[in-house]
């Protein structure tokens, strides 16, 4: 078979690309983070109770519920595992989309490992999951922790195209599901893989403590982007409570939570929230109006409205699979917010944007189950 006449012309960057590639894997290999446990990181982990990934509710609505859940998040796991592809001459290490170090590219490859890594490891009550089919999941998953570790700049490695990632803006939302994946696989990762993880979450947790929450009431909310910092510190003092830091992740995040949708009403609350300090101590920003809309894009924007609660509502899932009470910032105005979202409803639950929307999408019932 002939190569068409634009075939040639992509053989010096595929071959450019394979280089990169493997000069970033030498150059993880000679600075060999992962190589020692010095500090006893790995120690500081714990992980998570088999009773949260076997739960066995009596409600029959709820296992119901459960299961009508786990088989949506089959469904798209299974699209999402056909598409991750291994790394040019390196099928150690998986990577979905583009072999780029940005949001199009590290975002869907952190979120394809914590999805897989859920099914591997949960079991949905009443269904019978097979095993080969646990064990496909798992392999998969642990390739992609393994390209997005040394890849992370904590791996001294480097995505395809030569450049890491992490430390960037939205890079914490990627840590953390690439973090939740590497807490379900745990006891599933070998101790260089185990540290690797437990390194990237560290590194995004650590920006916030002493980052202060952003602030963004016109064209450009910034509630979206504290609820996805809260998240990477949530799931860090949950995921390593005996980190000498976990307290100060605690804190970020707490705070990062209750200055997601945050109002000009909060700076006079006295209302106690958590650790018995009043919500106008918590709060320093305004990010949504008085009415609760939110601005993004220059628009009354209705998606950063859900996914801010949707974000804000997941910081919850990490203390619970903790054994630990979520904090009330969690829900800090999320049944205001909610109760907008009513009205901008359509009759399929749809969001109704009533400004218009950059996205050019108008219905998005894939999103809307979270």
Same mark, same amino acid.
């Given at each position: 078979?002939?190569l068409s ?20 894997l ?13 500090d ?18 009596s ?9 009508k ?6 469904q ?12 040019p ?15 199009d ?12 890594g ?10 019978d !999951? ?7 999941? #798992?392999?998969?998953a642990?390739?992609? %922790? /393994?390209?997005? &570790? *040394?890849?992370?700049v ?26 939740m ?7 599933h990762?070998d ?9 990237? !979450? ?7 403590? #002493? ?5 963004g %009431? /016109?064209?450009? &909310? *910034? ?12 799931l ?6 005996f980190?000498?830091?976990a ?10 939570m ?15 929230g958590?650790?018995?300090?009043p ?10 109006h008085?009415?609760? &809309? ?10 950063y409205l859900?996914?801010t ?12 699979m ?6 009330a ?13 009513i ?23 894939t999103?809307?189950?979270?």
């Amino acid at each position: 078979m002939s190569l068409s006449r634009k075939e040639p012309t992509m053989l010096p960057r595929i071959c450019a690309q394979r280089l990169l590639f493997a000069m970033a894997l030498a150059i993880a290999a000679s600075v060999a983070p992962a190589a020692t446990d010095s500090d006893g990181l790995r120690a500081t982990v714990k992980p998570i109770a088999p009773d949260v990934l076997a739960p066995n509710p009596s409600d029959p609505a709820s296992i119901e519920l459960i299961g009508k859940y786990y088989d949506s998040i089959r469904q798209w796991g299974e699209i999402v595992a056909a598409r991750v592809q291994p790394v040019p001459e390196h099928p150690e290490a998986s990577y979905l989309g583009k072999p780029r170090n940005v949001e199009d590219d590290v975002r869907p490859t952190c979120y394809a490992a914590m999805i897989l890594g859920f099914l591997s490891e949960y079991q949905p009550p009443g269904v019978d !999951v097979d095993q080969a089919d646990r064990q496909r999941w #798992r392999e998969s998953a642990v390739r992609l %922790l /393994r390209y997005l &570790t *040394a890849s992370h700049v904590t791996g001294g490695g480097a995505c395809v195209n030569g450049q890491p990632w992490g430390n960037q803006w939205q890079s914490a939302m990627w840590a953390r599901a690439a973090g939740m994946g590497g807490w379900f696989l745990w006891d599933h990762l070998d101790g260089e893989l185990q540290l690797a993880v437990a390194r990237l !979450v560290e590194f995004e947790a650590d920006r916030f403590p #002493r980052q202060p929450p952003r602030t963004g %009431l /016109r064209d450009n &909310t *910034a509630a979206e982007e504290n609820a996805w910092n809260a998240q990477i510190t949530s799931l860090a003092c949950h995921m390593m409570p005996f980190h000498p830091r976990a307290k100060a992740w605690e804190e970020a995040a707490i705070r990062y939570m209750y200055n997601s949708f945050s109002v000009s009403a909060d700076a006079a609350d006295n209302t106690r929230g958590d650790w018995g300090r009043p919500v106008k101590q918590w709060v320093t920003t305004v990010n949504a109006h008085d009415d609760f &809309t939110v601005e993004n894009h220059g628009l009354v924007h209705v998606g950063y409205l859900k996914n801010t609660a949707s974000q804000l509502q997941e910081t919850m899932v990490h203390p619970l699979m903790a054994g630990r009470e979520p904090p009330a910032a969690a829900m800090h105005h999320i049944r205001d917010v909610f109760e907008l979202l009513i009205d901008c409803m359509g009759w399929d639950a749809g969001p109704v944007y009533f400004s218009g929307t950059d996205w050019k999408i108008y219905h998005e019932q894939t999103s809307e189950v979270v």
